[in-house]
Structure formats: C-alpha cells, structure tokens
C-alpha cells in the first residue's frame, strides 16, 4: 500500500494524498513517531506505516477492525498507533498549518482577502460549530445529547476566505449552545483581551472598528462578531445581509470539504471521549495540509453532498438563538448599520 510501485491515484484514494505530500508529512514527524529500539514491539512499526495506519483509519469509516486487516495487525496496535501519530500531528504539523493571525501582517492579509473576496471590511474569519456524532458516554452522558437529537461533541471552527481553517476547539459537550461556546472560547478571549493582533478601521464619525468575525444568526452581536440583519429597514441591508451570507458560505463548504475528506468525521466516534477531541483536531490539520498543498484529492460530487446535508440538516433543526448567550452587545447594535455604507 506505500511501496515504491503503487501508482499516485492510489495514494489519494487510500491517503487522500499525493505521495510527495505524505513522504512530507512523514518527515514532519519522523522524530517523535520514529521507532526506538527500548520500545515494545508496535513502536518497531516504521513511521511510514504508522502514519498510512493512521491516515487510513481516518479516512474511511474510522474502523479499527478494518484498518487493523487491511495492514495485518492487532486492533490496540491500530488504536495505539493512531494515538501516538495524532498527537504528533497536532503538535507538530497543527501550528504550522492552523494557527490564527500572529501578527498585524497576518492580519492584515486575512482582512484584505476577506474585503476583496466579498467587500466586507476587517472581517478575518467565518465562525460555526459542527456535531460530531459520538457513542454515548457512560459520564455524564445527558450532557452531550444535542438539540439535533443523538450524542455529539460540538466542535467550533474559524475558518478564512480561502476555507483554511485559523482556529478550532473541538472541547464542549453537544448540549452547549454555540453562543455559549464562543463567549467562552479562547479566540473570544483573545478578542476582548486583545491579545489577537488587531488593525483598526476608522468609520466616518465614528471611532474606529476591530476585526471581527462572521456568525450566523444563532450568535451574539458583538464588536468582534457580526451577524446578519433580523429585519432590514432599507436596501443597504438587505445588500449588506446578501454579501455577509455569501462570505459565511466559506464555513459550510470548509466543512463540507472536511467531512468528505475525512470519513470518521461522518460517523458515530466509538472510542474513550478522552481520546476523540484529539483525533478531531488531527482531521482539521490534516485537512489544511491536503488544502495548502494542493493535492486535489476530494471528489466534489461528495463534497457537495456534505455541504447540502449540512443545510438539511440546519432547515430540519435549526439552532435557535440562546435566551442569554446570544443576547447582542448594545455598542454593536449601534455600530451595525455603519458597516452597510462601506
């Protein structure tokens, strides 16, 4: 399966890769997952095999049955080796290839991208959560039962105009609101600290305005997340509203992408809850690697048909806003309609 003679359309459809990018990524981590001689017997897997284990395992159906088949090994080598890779991953690989904004440059960028792409200035990143189906856990399971009806972990994403992913906490129960999730997120913090690297945009009459994210109408207003109008009083928000749903578009095909990518995303996670927050967080590297570089991959019709199960799902159950969490910030309120004109 990762032999010198298997052709490239083989390795993007068992690695979702090239194997240029893979023998990268093996690389990337060689010196964490590589074998040690004083280590027991699964850690004499190469890192290659290890990382394909891994990878593989992702990619379909997250079956630690048939990823241990397909490479002819135990199922707790499969589970142990998928731990140890993930963790490189995400330690490693993660602030390379997902990180927010490290300074006013990088910033800027991401700003520019978003005016350009869509006029809307100093947005930086498209903010949503998404339920990853779980097994019920044996504590406090009620707590990530969510409104969707089964058990989930809520995971919220940033992603920028390009459909890179800039931030991801894949932490909360499924019965948290993402309102509640975002207030009491790191990137929230980070914003009102002001922690983030900001550029500020001067409004005419008006004192300037931060960078801010794009939510949808589940999440608060405030100086830093923008939402679309409840009822437009004229045609600059009705037009305002137009252009700020075309720029939150970048999410949901951010997702489909991911979860047509990475098919244990798509189905009931039954491993300790410990554990899938890690795992998780692997998908969405792994996810901006395959993107930066390039390696067309994903076949589109898939991908289309994530990015519509995602709306279906959102018409059937709708996330209502939270009676406390969604609440908007009064400076917001008055500051929206300024947007409008420029």
Same mark, same amino acid.
């Given at each position: ?5 298997? !052709?490239?359309? &083989? ?9 240029? *990018? ?15 001689? %004083?280590?027991?017997?699964?850690? /004499? ?25 397909? /490479?002819? $090994?135990?199922? &707790? ?12 991953? %995400? ?32 947005? /930086?990143? *498209?903010?949503? @959560? ?15 039962? *969510? ?15 390009? @459909?890179?992913? #800039? ?19 790191? #990137? ?16 005419? %009459? ?7 994210? $794009? @939510?949808?109408?589940?999440? !608060? ?10 009822? *437009?009083?004229?045609? +600059?928000?009705?037009?305002? %509203? ?9 999410? +949901? ?15 009931? $996670?039954?491993?300790?809850? =410990? ?13 901006? /690697? &395959? ?8 076949? =589109? =019709? =898939? ?14 159950? !709708?996330?209502? !806003? ?17 947007? &409008?004109?420029?």
């Amino acid at each position: 399966m990762i032999g010198p003679d298997v !052709p490239e359309t &083989c390795w993007k459809r068992n690695f979702r890769m090239t194997k240029g *990018c893979f023998l990268e990524l093996a690389a990337i981590i060689d010196t964490v997952v590589s074998p040690q001689s %004083n280590c027991p017997n699964y850690r /004499f897997l190469t890192t290659h095999k290890k990382l394909a284990i891994t990878i593989y395992y992702l990619k379909d159906t997250g079956s630690l049955w048939m990823t241990a088949n397909v /490479f002819g $090994i135990h199922q &707790c080598t499969v589970s142990k080796t998928v731990q140890v890779v993930c963790d490189a991953i %995400n330690n490693i690989v993660g602030p390379i290839y997902l990180h927010l904004p490290k300074n006013k440059e990088d910033m800027t960028k991401l700003a520019s991208q978003f005016e350009v792409k869509f006029g809307m200035i100093q947005a /930086f990143g *498209c903010i949503d @959560g998404t339920h990853v189906q779980i097994k019920r856990p044996i504590k406090n399971g009620q707590d990530y039962f *969510c409104y969707k009806q089964y058990f989930s972990l809520n995971v919220q994403a940033v992603c920028d105009s390009k @459909g890179y992913f #800039i931030d991801v906490e894949c932490k909360w129960p499924g019965s948290v609101h993402d309102a509640k999730m975002f207030t009491n997120s790191t #990137i929230n913090k980070k914003l009102i600290k002001g922690t983030l690297p900001q550029t500020l945009y001067s409004l005419p %009459n008006y004192h300037s305005i931060p960078n801010y994210l $794009i @939510g949808d109408p589940a999440y !608060p207003l405030t100086n830093f997340c923008i939402k679309e109008f409840q009822s *437009c009083s004229n045609n +600059e928000e009705v037009i305002f %509203n137009s252009m700020l749903r075309s720029a939150r578009n970048q999410i +949901e095909c951010a997702f489909g992408r991911l979860k047509a990518r990475w098919g244990f995303l798509r189905k009931i $996670i039954d491993i300790k809850i =410990e554990t899938v927050p890690i795992v998780i967080y692997t998908c969405f590297v792994l996810h901006n /690697f &395959c993107e930066k570089n390039k390696t067309y991959d994903l076949n =589109e =019709e =898939e991908v289309n048909q994530q990015i519509e199960r995602h709306r279906s799902d959102a018409l059937k159950s !709708p996330n209502l !806003p939270d009676s406390i969490y969604s609440a908007n910030n009064p400076e917001a309120i008055k500051t929206s309609p300024l947007y &409008c004109n420029h």
